[in-house]
C-alpha cells in the first residue's frame, strides 16, 4: 500500500495538468479509482516498432552539416552512395598503383605529395576550419531532474479523438508516438532538492540556463529586434591615410583599418551577430591584414551604411537613434531584468529544449532524452495522470500491457442477454481477435453489406462496445473482457481457527 501510495503522489507531482477547456469541463469530478486487472483471452499484437530517430542536439553553426548516416564512418550504407550492389563494401582502386599491381611513391616534380597539392588547391582565402573537429570537453551534469509531458494543445486532440472512438490504445504507443516528435512534447527541468543553484528562464521563448550571464547574452541576441528598430542609413565616407585593411576569414567581410575608431566596434558587431559560438579571441586570430588599394576603397564605400538602434516606446513612437553598444548597455539595464526571471522549476517546449545553450545543463537534457527514448518512462507517468484528470480509463489486459479507452471495460454474461446479443458474445469468446468484417461474415454469411440482415449484428456489436462489454482495440481487433479469476489459497498455508466467543 506504501508503494502504490507514493506511485500515486508521484504520478500527480509529474502530471499536473492545467485545467481542462471549457468544452472538456467536467463538475464533480470523482477520485481517481485504481487500475482494472482483467484476464483478457486475447492480447493484440503490433508492430512495436522504435521511435523516430530524432537528432535532439543541434549545434551552433553546423545546421547545414548535420546529415544522419546509418552505418560507421567508412561509407558502408550512406543514402548517397551509388554503384552497383556488387561493387558495395569494395576498397577502390588505388591512384598510385601502377599496372603491375606494385604501387607507385613517385610524387611530382616539387617533391610534395597527393595531400600538398590538395592544400594547394584549397588556397589560402579559404584556410581550414577544424574547431569542429576538436575532441570535445567533458561537461559536468547539472543538479537537474528532466521529464518530458505531454504539450496540452495535443493532448486535448488525443483525449477528444478516444472520447469519439470508443477503442482502446496501448499507453507506452502513445507516449512513443510523442516522443518521436518533439513539437508535441513539453521538457520540465527541477533543480534538485540539496542543491542551492537556480534556474533562470527567458519570458519571451522559454529557454532557461544556470548562469544569469548567459541569459542575458541570450536576450541581446535573439530578441534585440523586438525592442528596437533596426535602420540603416548613409554617411560621407572616412577620411584619411590607410595603408591596409582588416579581413573575415571566414566570410570574407571587410571590417576596416586597425586605427579607424570603428575597427573595433566592427569586429564585435560582426562576431556577435555571425560568430556567437565563438570566443572573441578565436575570431581575432581569423582576421587578415590585406594592403589592395582596391579593397582599402571599398571598404570606404561599405562603411557608408551605419546601423542604428531606435528603441521602441509606448504608442508606436522611436526613440533617439544608438549604436550597437548603447542598445546593449540599454538592454543589459532596462530590458534583461524584466524578461528574465529566477525559478527552481521550469517547463518548456522540447523544441526550445534543442537550443539551450548551457552546456551542462543541455547535457542533462540530452542523457534524459536518450533514456526516455528507449522506454518512455516519464511521459508514460504523465499521461496517466492527465488521462486520468480527463475521466479516461487505465486498464492492463494480456501481459500487464497499460490500455487507455474511454469506456472502462465491464464483463458480462451471455446467459442473461437476449439472443442477438448471445450470439455476438459467444462467437468472440470462441474466436477471439476477429475484426467487424470477420465477425459479420461468420454470422451472416454470403449476404451483401447492405442487407437488412446485417443490422441484427452490427448494431449489437454497437451497443456492445459502447457499453465496454466488448473492447475494441486501436488496429480493429474486437475481444471479450473475462472477470479476474482469484487467487487461489496456497497449499501450505494454514486454514486459521475460528476466534474464540467471549461470554
Same mark, same amino acid.
Given at each position: *500500500?506504501?508503494?502504490?501510495?507514493?506511485?500515486?503522489?508521484?504520478?500527480?507531482?509529474?502530471?499536473?495538468?492545467?485545467?481542462?477547456?471549457?468544452?472538456?469541463?467536467?463538475?464533480?469530478?470523482?477520485?481517481?479509482?485504481?487500475?482494472?486487472?482483467?484476464?483478457?483471452?486475447?492480447?493484440?499484437?503490433?508492430?512495436?516498432?522504435?521511435?523516430?530517430?530524432?537528432?535532439?542536439? #543541434? !549545434?551552433?553553426?553546423?545546421?547545414?552539416?548535420?546529415?544522419?548516416?546509418?552505418?560507421?564512418?567508412?561509407?558502408?550504407?550512406?543514402?548517397?552512395?551509388?554503384?552497383?550492389?556488387?561493387?558495395?563494401?569494395?576498397?577502390?582502386?588505388?591512384?598510385? +598503383?601502377?599496372?603491375?599491381?606494385?604501387?607507385?611513391?613517385?610524387?611530382?616534380?616539387?617533391?610534395? $605529395?597527393?595531400?600538398?597539392?590538395?592544400?594547394?588547391?584549397?588556397?589560402?582565402?579559404?584556410?581550414?576550419?577544424?574547431?569542429?573537429?576538436?575532441?570535445?570537453?567533458?561537461?559536468?551534469?547539472?543538479?537537474?531532474?528532466?521529464?518530458?509531458?505531454?504539450?496540452?494543445?495535443?493532448?486535448? +486532440? #488525443?483525449?477528444?479523438?478516444?472520447?469519439?472512438?470508443?477503442?482502446?490504445?496501448?499507453? #507506452?504507443?502513445?507516449?512513443?508516438?510523442?516522443?518521436?516528435? @518533439?513539437?508535441?512534447?513539453?521538457?520540465?527541468?527541477?533543480?534538485?532538492?540539496?542543491?542551492?543553484?537556480?534556474?533562470?528562464?527567458?519570458?519571451?521563448?522559454?529557454?532557461?540556463?544556470?548562469?544569469?550571464?548567459?541569459?542575458?547574452?541570450?536576450?541581446?541576441?535573439?530578441?534585440?529586434?523586438?525592442?528596437?528598430? %533596426?535602420?540603416?542609413?548613409?554617411?560621407?565616407?572616412?577620411?584619411?591615410?590607410?595603408?591596409?585593411?582588416?579581413?573575415?576569414?571566414?566570410?570574407?567581410?571587410?571590417?576596416?583599418?586597425?586605427?579607424?575608431?570603428?575597427?573595433?566596434?566592427?569586429?564585435?558587431?560582426?562576431?556577435?551577430?555571425?560568430?556567437?559560438? *565563438?570566443?572573441?579571441?578565436?575570431?581575432?586570430?581569423?582576421?587578415? *591584414?590585406?594592403?589592395?588599394?582596391?579593397?582599402?576603397?571599398?571598404?570606404?564605400?561599405?562603411?557608408?551604411?551605419?546601423?542604428?538602434?531606435?528603441?521602441?516606446?509606448?504608442?508606436?513612437?522611436?526613440?533617439?537613434?544608438?549604436?550597437? +553598444?548603447?542598445?546593449?548597455?540599454?538592454?543589459?539595464?532596462?530590458?534583461?531584468?524584466?524578461?528574465?526571471?529566477?525559478?527552481?522549476?521550469?517547463?518548456?517546449?522540447?523544441?526550445?529544449?534543442?537550443?539551450?545553450?548551457?552546456?551542462?545543463?543541455?547535457?542533462? #537534457?540530452?542523457?534524459?532524452?536518450?533514456?526516455?527514448?528507449?522506454?518512455?518512462?516519464?511521459?508514460?507517468? !504523465?499521461?496517466?495522470?492527465?488521462?486520468?484528470?480527463?475521466?479516461?480509463? %487505465?486498464?492492463?489486459?494480456?501481459? $500487464?500491457?497499460?490500455?487507455?479507452?474511454?469506456?472502462? @471495460?465491464?464483463?458480462?454474461? @451471455?446467459?442473461?442477454?437476449?439472443?442477438?446479443?448471445?450470439?455476438?458474445?459467444?462467437?468472440?469468446?470462441?474466436?477471439?481477435?476477429?475484426?467487424?468484417?470477420?465477425?459479420?461474415? +461468420?454470422?451472416?454469411?454470403?449476404?451483401?453489406?447492405?442487407?437488412?440482415?446485417?443490422?441484427?449484428?452490427?448494431?449489437?456489436?454497437?451497443?456492445?462496445?459502447?457499453? $465496454?462489454?466488448?473492447?475494441?482495440?486501436?488496429?480493429?481487433?474486437?475481444?471479450?473482457?473475462?472477470?479476474?479469476?482469484?487467487?487461489?489459497?496456497?497449499?501450505?498455508?494454514?486454514?486459521?481457527?475460528?476466534?474464540?466467543?467471549?461470554?
Amino acid at each position: *500500500m506504501e508503494e502504490e501510495t507514493k506511485a500515486a503522489e508521484e504520478e500527480a507531482k509529474i502530471a499536473a495538468p492545467p485545467p481542462v477547456e471549457p468544452e472538456e469541463k467536467i463538475v464533480d469530478t470523482p477520485p481517481p479509482k485504481p487500475e482494472l486487472v482483467l484476464d483478457f483471452n486475447f492480447v493484440p499484437t503490433w508492430a512495436r516498432k522504435p521511435p523516430q530517430e530524432v537528432n535532439f542536439y #543541434v !549545434a551552433p553553426g553546423r545546421r547545414d552539416r548535420d546529415r544522419d548516416y546509418s552505418s560507421d564512418d567508412r561509407g558502408r550504407g550512406r543514402p548517397d552512395r551509388k554503384g552497383p550492389p556488387s561493387s558495395r563494401g569494395t576498397r577502390p582502386p588505388d591512384r598510385g +598503383a601502377r599496372g603491375d599491381g606494385r604501387r607507385d611513391d613517385r610524387r611530382g616534380r616539387s617533391g610534395r $605529395g597527393r595531400d600538398d597539392r590538395r592544400d594547394d588547391r584549397r588556397g589560402d582565402e579559404r584556410p581550414r576550419d577544424d574547431r569542429f573537429l576538436r575532441r570535445p570537453e567533458y561537461v559536468a551534469r547539472a543538479p537537474v531532474q528532466v521529464r518530458f509531458v505531454p504539450e496540452q494543445k495535443r493532448l486535448s +486532440a #488525443v483525449v477528444r479523438q478516444i472520447h469519439l472512438s470508443k477503442k482502446s490504445y496501448p499507453l #507506452v504507443e502513445l507516449a512513443s508516438l510523442f516522443l518521436s516528435k @518533439p513539437e508535441t512534447c513539453e521538457v520540465r527541468i527541477e533543480m534538485n532538492v540539496d542543491s542551492n543553484a537556480h534556474l533562470y528562464q527567458c519570458k519571451t521563448c522559454r529557454v532557461v540556463a544556470l548562469d544569469h550571464s548567459l541569459l542575458a547574452a541570450h536576450v541581446l541576441k535573439d530578441h534585440l529586434s523586438e525592442y528596437f528598430t %533596426i535602420e540603416e542609413k548613409l554617411s560621407d565616407p572616412p577620411t584619411g591615410q590607410f595603408v591596409c585593411v582588416a579581413k573575415c576569414g571566414l566570410s570574407g567581410v571587410l571590417l576596416g583599418p586597425p586605427n579607424h575608431h570603428s575597427y573595433s566596434e566592427r569586429i564585435h558587431e560582426l562576431h556577435h551577430t555571425r560568430y556567437p559560438e *565563438m570566443s572573441l579571441e578565436e575570431y581575432k586570430n581569423r582576421i587578415q *591584414m590585406v594592403h589592395e588599394p582596391a579593397l582599402i576603397e571599398q571598404w570606404k564605400e561599405e562603411s557608408r551604411k551605419q546601423t542604428v538602434y531606435h528603441r521602441k516606446m509606448a504608442g508606436g513612437e522611436a526613440g533617439p537613434a544608438l549604436k550597437l +553598444a548603447e542598445a546593449e548597455a540599454l538592454v543589459a539595464e532596462e530590458i534583461a531584468p524584466t524578461v528574465i526571471q529566477e525559478t527552481r522549476r521550469a517547463t518548456l517546449p522540447a523544441t526550445v529544449a534543442r537550443t539551450i545553450e548551457d552546456r551542462s545543463l543541455l547535457q542533462a #537534457v540530452r542523457e534524459a532524452w536518450q533514456k526516455e527514448n528507449r522506454f518512455p518512462l516519464t511521459l508514460t507517468i !504523465a499521461f496517466r495522470g492527465a488521462f486520468r484528470h480527463r475521466r479516461l480509463d %487505465i486498464f492492463k489486459a494480456g501481459k $500487464g500491457i497499460d490500455f487507455v479507452s474511454s469506456v472502462p @471495460p465491464a464483463p458480462l454474461d @451471455p446467459e442473461h442477454t437476449v439472443e442477438p446479443i448471445r450470439e455476438v458474445l459467444t462467437y468472440l469468446r470462441e474466436h477471439p481477435g476477429c475484426t467487424r468484417q470477420n465477425l459479420i461474415e +461468420a454470422l451472416r454469411p454470403g449476404l451483401a453489406p447492405d442487407a437488412p440482415e446485417i443490422k441484427s449484428v452490427v448494431t449489437p456489436l454497437a451497443w456492445l462496445v459502447e457499453r $465496454g462489454h466488448i473492447i475494441e482495440f486501436f488496429n480493429g481487433t474486437l475481444s471479450v473482457p473475462l472477470r479476474g479469476r482469484p487467487p487461489e489459497p496456497s497449499r501450505e498455508k494454514k486454514t486459521s481457527a475460528p476466534p474464540e466467543t467471549r461470554p
